[in-house]
């Protein structure tokens, strides 16, 4: 079983991964936090290689390296020739949690 972390690849912008990165673009607000971040061509190689080696019953965590939000944020804006986001603290998310109750 291959447990990756967050994909990043190009083409299909509307499922799982693709969408974090589809709400970075268009929003000009950055979470807390982060997540590991891994090429979509090196879980497809490491499948691959898992397979031919038939390494079943097993489990492989795969990530490249860690990117807190902000940083993919950054990066992304950068690219495309945005602003730099506002960042959304922890403070900020729970009162925004508490007003989302009522």
């Given at each position: 079983?291959?447990?990756?972390?967050?994909?990043?690849?190009?083409?299909?912008?509307?499922?799982?991964?693709?969408?974090?990165?589809?709400?970075?673009?268009?929003s000009k607000y950055a979470y807390s936090g982060g997540t590991g971040c891994v090429d979509?061509?090196?879980?497809?190689?490491?499948?691959?290689?898992?397979?031919?080696?038939?390494?079943?019953?097993?489990?492989?965590?795969?990530?490249?390296?860690?990117?807190?939000?902000?940083?993919?944020?950054?990066?992304?804006?950068?690219?495309?020739?945005?602003?730099?986001?506002?960042?959304?603290?922890?403070?900020?998310?729970?009162?925004?949690?508490?007003?989302?109750?009522?």
């Amino acid at each position: 079983m291959i447990n990756p972390g967050m994909i990043i690849g190009s083409e299909n912008w509307d499922d799982s991964s693709s969408q974090l990165l589809t709400q970075l673009i268009n929003s000009k607000y950055a979470y807390s936090g982060g997540t590991g971040c891994v090429d979509v061509r090196d879980v497809a190689k490491i499948a691959i290689a898992l397979m031919e080696k038939n390494k079943f019953g097993e489990r492989f965590i795969l990530a490249s390296e860690n990117k807190k939000y902000v940083e993919l944020h950054q990066v992304i804006n950068k690219n495309i020739n945005k602003l730099a986001p506002f960042i959304l603290s922890k403070n900020i998310l729970l009162i925004g949690r508490f007003l989302n109750y009522f």
